[in-house]
């Protein structure tokens, strides 16, 4: 069973950079099986996908065209973690952040299923 | 900018049925398009109930399923229960590797 375990500041102020992490269990940040993926949820915008990483033979990343400029997700294979950075913050960006696995089956070949999730973690930029 | 549309809001009674549309600004949504579905209550995160179009997971009811209805995924809930009463999210995959949330539904069961 597969558990996804977020931590990081919930106060950021303008301009600086939101770092997050996720910490996984029960699966690898280097599965060929998966996505690692960032979503957020405001009241103003709903639920966004950021952006995810993933491992087929070498790192890969993609990323949601409206944060693009700001946005870097990481893998760290040695904490078998994901971070997510999302820097020059304003207070739109106040929101609460999710990370999640997309599973693609024990073969890696299957279709896109975000089925876990982490606890959420609310993230204010305000001064 | 690619908008996914869904039902700002349904009410159903308990015992009947609803079915709940996701459309995408680019035209018909697609299997393609790998349709996931959601439901979340207040202050939790959301819990995966259906994906690539119509396929459950081992967690979800029976009375849940998912479908394409003219041009557009749908979420039919058959037998609505009070539990059921939630925010349901559509999520689309686009070619451009790009996932685009609807803006969500909610279900009040009535």
């Known amino acids: 069973q597969v558990q996804l375990q977020q931590s990081g500041p919930g106060l950021v102020k303008p301009a600086q950079t939101l770092s997050l992490t996720c910490a996984i269990s029960?699966?690898?940040?280097?599965?060929?099986?998966?996505?690692w993926n960032w979503i957020r949820q405001s009241p103003s915008r709903g639920l966004e996908w950021l952006g995810r990483?993933?491992?087929?033979?070498?790192?890969?990343?993609d990323y949601a065209v409206f944060v693009k400029s700001r946005i870097r997700i990481n893998p760290d294979t040695s904490t078998n973690q994901l971070s997510l950075q999302l820097s020059s913050v304003t207070p739109e960006d106040t929101a609460v952040y999710y990370c999640?696995?997309?599973?693609?089956?024990?073969?890696?070949?299957?279709?896109?299923?975000?089925?876990?999730w982490g606890q959420g973690t609310l993230v204010t930029v305000s001064s | 900018q690619t908008v996914v549309t869904q039902e700002p809001s349904l009410t159903v009674s308990p015992g009947g049925t609803v079915t709940l549309t996701c459309a995408s600004s680019?035209?018909?949504?697609?299997?393609?398009?790998?349709p996931n579905w959601f439901q979340q209550k207040p202050g939790q995160a959301p819990r995966a109930l259906i994906y690539?179009?119509?396929t459950k997971h081992s967690w979800t009811p029976a009375r849940f399923s998912g479908s394409l209805l003219g041009g557009k995924a749908a979420l039919t809930l058959s037998g609505v229960q009070p539990e059921d009463e939630a925010e349901y999210y559509c999520?689309?995959?686009?070619?451009?590797?790009?996932?685009?949330f609807g803006g969500g539904t909610k279900l009040t069961v009535l």
């Open positions: 999640a696995r997309d599973f693609r089956g024990s073969g890696g070949s299957g279709p896109p299923n975000f089925d876990s």
């Open positions: 029960g699966d690898s940040v280097s599965s060929n099986s998966a996505t």
């Open positions: 990483t993933y491992y087929r033979s070498k790192w890969y990343n």
């Open positions: 680019t035209g018909a949504v697609t299997s393609g398009y790998y």
């Open positions: 690539s179009t119509s």
């Open positions: 999520l689309l995959g686009y070619s451009s590797a790009q996932w685009v």
